[in-house]
């Protein structure tokens, strides 16, 4: 597509369940990056793709965050066992590559609600 | 971590005036951006700054990297209605993963 694409813009879940948020990067872009915004703040990151494999995923808050990349394109970050604290707006990047070869674009976010 | 502080955290400006955010950084960086996020979306790149002492123009905006490397400002000249939002300065590591450090954020709205 011609820009990151996220799904689902939205989302409300009940604390505890378990929810999967989806990022189509811009096709060829190599590099694959999550960052959380949380009301009223700047950005903060996740995880890096490069490829299928993440060789940083020193962001992830804790181990009940996960996510996944297949096929060097789409990547779905998973939160289980929801807590309130959780509630953000999860944005998903993508850039040609990690070298420096161009900076990173933006998809518009999902935001997460836990009840 | 590295520390990023950006100010102000909100302007309120009459359409016309000019404008005016900065960034400071605990640490050298060789990369400085300047990102504009309106309501619903994602930040869209305004400015990649890659040199101390760099001057880039977008328009009209102006951003520089500063010569120390520990800083940068972004001016908004002539300001329009369309400038509302927030705008996020932001460091890339210097790492293979390139990951941002976002500042806080400067939430501007024009009045008419």
């Known amino acids: 597509g011609a820009g990151v694409s996220q799904s689902p813009s939205n989302k409300v879940t009940e604390k505890g369940k378990d929810v999967e948020l989806r990022c189509d990067p811009i096709s060829g872009h190599t590099a694959l990056y999550w960052y959380r915004q949380s009301l009223g703040q700047g950005l903060e990151f996740l995880i890096y793709f490069q490829g299928n494999s993440a060789p940083d995923k020193s962001g992830l808050p804790s181990d009940r965050f996960s996510a996944e990349r297949t096929g060097g394109s789409v990547s779905t970050l998973t939160i289980q066992r929801t807590q309130q604290e959780d509630s953000a707006v999860y944005l998903c990047?993508?850039?040609?590559?990690?070298?420096?070869?161009?900076?990173?674009?933006f998809g518009d976010g999902t935001r997460l609600s836990i009840l | 971590g590295q520390q990023l502080n950006q100010s102000p955290q909100s302007m309120f400006i009459q359409e016309g005036e000019d404008v005016s955010m900065n960034c400071t950084s605990s640490?050298?960086?060789?990369?400085w951006l300047w990102y504009k996020q309106e309501p619903g979306e994602g930040p869209v790149l305004l400015i990649a700054?890659?040199?101390?002492?760099e001057l880039t123009s977008n328009g009209r905006l102006t951003a520089q990297f500063g010569i120390t490397r520990k800083d940068s400002f972004l001016n908004i000249s002539a300001s329009i209605p369309s400038d509302v939002g927030i705008y996020f300065c932001?460091?890339?590591?210097?790492?293979?993963?390139?990951?941002?450090?976002f500042g806080s954020g400067t939430q501007l709205t024009v009045l008419p």
């Open positions: 640490s050298i960086f060789n990369t």
């Open positions: 700054l890659y040199k101390a002492g």
């Open positions: 932001a460091l890339e590591s210097s790492g293979s993963a390139r990951q941002l450090t």
């Open positions: 990047a993508s850039s040609p590559s990690s070298g420096g070869a161009g900076p990173q674009h």
